[in-house]
């Protein structure tokens, strides 16, 4: 029986950014509403205040649309050769312009790995102006950042969802550190504040930290929601060796990283060739281990609008807590005459100062700066022309912090809950175990049937989009009634939702539902489906 639905193809890239799939893929457009409502709220409320008691000076420039639109950023932190470039072409399943792969330092700038129409290199300085890259605030640390900064464009659909920022490979001894010529440690900071995925990476061969490492990993601080530890290169040492590496890693780690928790350590291995001298006992953990990763990794973008909210509270925070030390310090100041003095009293004993202003506001201790950093920047200025604190800024800071946000919070959709396994074949309750398959001929398909290529997504895309899914995935209860009306009977269903839904979930998203739908073409050509799905029928993606 031939499928029902029969709508003539449309080009898939037209069809994803076309206002009517916008409209359809309602999960999509409340994304983009939240997104339009934190830019809305930063520029009316926030914004005044940072500019005011410019709080660029102290802590980083006002955000610009880009900033805030941006998708969501994977960080990767290492030292030389632990498989950072080669993590990311695992991740592209493609080379990307300007990857150098080696056993030697090769990475030796920072590259922000981003999607494009076509394969494309934008020099520093070029990316650090275009006010449709979120790397404005760059122009801070120079020529000589700027150009070992380098934005590798590259169509993937990996890249669709985040962007993946290569850092150039540490080094041991102080060399590295003074000849580069700009602040290392203060570029990583930038990143990791605007990043939502901080990966650092050790290779099972080296677990030494160097003082570079170790001040790098320093600079997150404040950030250690998003930090997450890689010992790649797992299979090249056995399971003994295994189990000892990973204790002198976290000794190591437990000596630079000041926090009572434990960092979440993923034991992995990404290789784009695997080497012939790999260790085998310790494989299925590694695979378990590297899926966790990369389901973390998928989930990004589904997370990305709360974290863009996060963000915006910790920085609305800062700013308020800023404002009113710059308030505080201009009121201390004298009007006529010991200025000079008062202005070097206040520098000496800036921690107690502070102290006066937690006190008076009832402040908590963390929302506070740090002391010896605030005072470096704060010699640069002139305290007695600082602006007094202007309550109506404060108040709309407030407002923002206590309404608007918790309000935007409000309107986040439920996420797809998990289902128990009884729930996640729609077509199970209907089986009777007896897949009734029969044995014949290959009905006439073609020969490259069984390759992922040969399947029309583009065919399937209306059908799967008037499902509305949520987070780009649909539940099986909704595919449910689509799957039926192909007339193949409930049990010869039940094995291709067995066979579709390769991840066990119940849910799909539109790789898996257009293979749903070839299985059963398969089936109208009266060919027996496989018992376990061929490689060749999944999509190369790794995320």
Same mark, same amino acid.
């Given at each position: ?61 006002? =955000? ?10 994977? *960080? =990767? ?14 991740? *592209? ?52 950042? =700027? ?11 990996? *890249? ?139 989930? *990004? ?27 505080? =310090? ?214």
């Amino acid at each position: 029986m031939p499928l029902k639905h029969k709508d003539p193809p449309v080009n898939e890239s037209a069809q994803a950014h076309s206002p009517h799939n916008s409209a359809q893929n309602w999960g999509d457009d409340e994304y983009n509403q939240i997104i339009e409502g934190v830019k809305k709220i930063y520029k009316s409320k926030i914004r005044p205040l940072e500019v005011t008691y410019n709080f660029e000076g102290f802590h980083s420039a006002p =955000l610009t649309d880009s900033d805030i639109e941006a998708k969501p950023i994977v *960080l =990767l932190i290492g030292q030389y050769s632990t498989g950072k470039t080669t993590f990311i072409r695992y991740l *592209l399943d493609k080379s990307y312009p300007g990857e150098h792969i080696g056993v030697e330092p090769t990475t030796d700038k920072f590259v922000s790995v981003m999607y494009g129409g076509e394969d494309r290199v934008i020099p520093g300085n070029a990316a650090a102006v275009n006010q449709e890259l979120p790397f404005r605030g760059l122009n801070r640390f120079g020529q000589a950042f =700027l150009s070992r900064f380098q934005v590798s464009q590259t169509p993937s659909p990996v *890249l669709e969802n985040m962007t993946i920022v290569d850092t150039p490979g540490i080094l041991a001894g102080d060399k590295q550190r003074i000849e580069r010529g700009y602040d290392f440690t203060q570029v990583i900071e930038w990143f990791a504040e605007r990043s939502d995925l901080i990966l650092l990476l050790f290779d099972s061969h080296k677990l030494d930290i160097s003082n570079e490492f170790k001040m790098a990993i320093h600079s997150l601080r404040g950030q250690e929601e998003k930090v997450r530890v890689v010992l790649n290169k797992s299979d090249m040492v056995s399971q003994q060796q295994l189990m000892r590496v990973y204790g002198a890693m976290m000794w190591s780690l437990g000596k630079v990283v000041q926090t009572p928790e434990v960092m979440r350590v993923y034991l992995s291995s990404f290789w784009t060739e695997k080497p012939p001298n790999c260790f085998e006992d310790c494989r299925e953990l590694i695979e378990a281990e590297s899926k966790d990763l990369l389901r973390d990794l998928k989930e *990004l973008r589904r997370n990305a609008a709360i974290r863009k909210i996060n963000e915006i509270v910790k920085r609305a925070r800062l700013a308020r807590v800023h404002a009113l030390i710059i308030g505080h =310090l201009k009121k201390e100041m004298p009007s006529m005459f010991g200025k000079k003095k008062k202005r070097q009293a206040l520098l000496n004993n800036l921690d107690q100062e502070f102290l006066k202003i937690q006190q008076r506001y009832h402040l908590p201790a963390g929302d506070f700066p740090n002391a010896e950093k605030f005072k470096r920047n704060l010699e640069l200025y002139d305290m007695d022309k600082f602006k007094n604190i202007k309550e109506d800024l404060l108040a709309r800071v407030d407002d923002a912090l206590s309404v608007d946000l918790p309000k935007l919070m409000s309107r986040f959709p439920m996420g797809n809950p998990e289902l128990a396994e009884s729930q996640r074949n729609p077509f199970d309750d209907l089986s009777n175990n007896n897949m009734g398959i029969a044995d014949s001929a290959h009905g006439g398909l073609p020969a490259n049937f069984w390759q992922f290529t040969a399947i029309d997504k583009t065919q399937y895309l209306p059908i799967f989009h008037q499902l509305r899914p949520r987070e780009g995935v649909v539940s099986g209860a909704q595919i449910k009634p689509v799957l039926m009306e192909t007339g193949v009977p409930n049990e010869e269903l039940a094995q291709v939702w067995r066979l579709a839904d390769w991840d066990g979930d119940g849910y799909m998203d539109i790789d898996q539902f257009s293979v749903a739908m070839h299985l059963i073409k398969a089936i109208q050509h009266n060919v027996e489906l496989p018992e376990k799905l061929p490689q060749s029928l999944m999509p190369s993606r790794k995320i």
